[in-house]
């Protein structure tokens, strides 16, 4: 069993950074994918990105392509989110995703990070 568990969400104003960082724990990390997704209040879960077990394939939601970066590091268990000139409406928690039984969907999740971008 996986367990995943996000760090560094926080307060911060329009135009700032952060990196989110999620450490695995449970089975192999290197070997499956993992992705960032986020829930705004009122608003359904929705995709932000994801990574390969090799972190050389990534995608990511139109909203966030050249702001957000998406690594891993397998020697540290540790997928991270490099988030760049926020916007107010990337306010929402982020929670941290595995797909740790290579079903093809993200079936396992952390706890969330909220993160809040001030205007």
């Known amino acids: 069993q996986v367990q995943l568990v996000e760090s560094g969400g926080g307060l911060v104003q329009a135009g700032g950074s952060l990196r989110l960082s999620c450490a695995a724990s449970?089975?192999?990390?290197?070997?499956?994918?993992m992705g960032w997704f986020r829930q705004a209040p009122g608003k359904e879960r929705e995709f932000v990105a994801s990574?390969?077990?090799?972190?050389?394939?990534?995608n990511y939601a139109d909203s966030v392509k050249g702001r957000f970066t998406i690594s891993r590091e397998n020697g540290k268990n540790t997928v991270f989110l490099r988030m760049n000139s926020l916007k107010p409406e990337d306010t929402a928690v982020y929670y941290c995703?595995?797909?740790?039984?290579?079903?093809?969907?993200?079936?396992?999740w952390g706890q969330g990070t909220q993160v809040t971008v001030s205007s």
């Open positions: 995703a595995a797909d740790p039984g290579l079903v093809g969907k993200f079936d396992t």
């Open positions: 449970g089975r192999t990390f290197s070997r499956f994918p």
């Open positions: 990574i390969n077990w090799s972190g050389v394939g990534t």
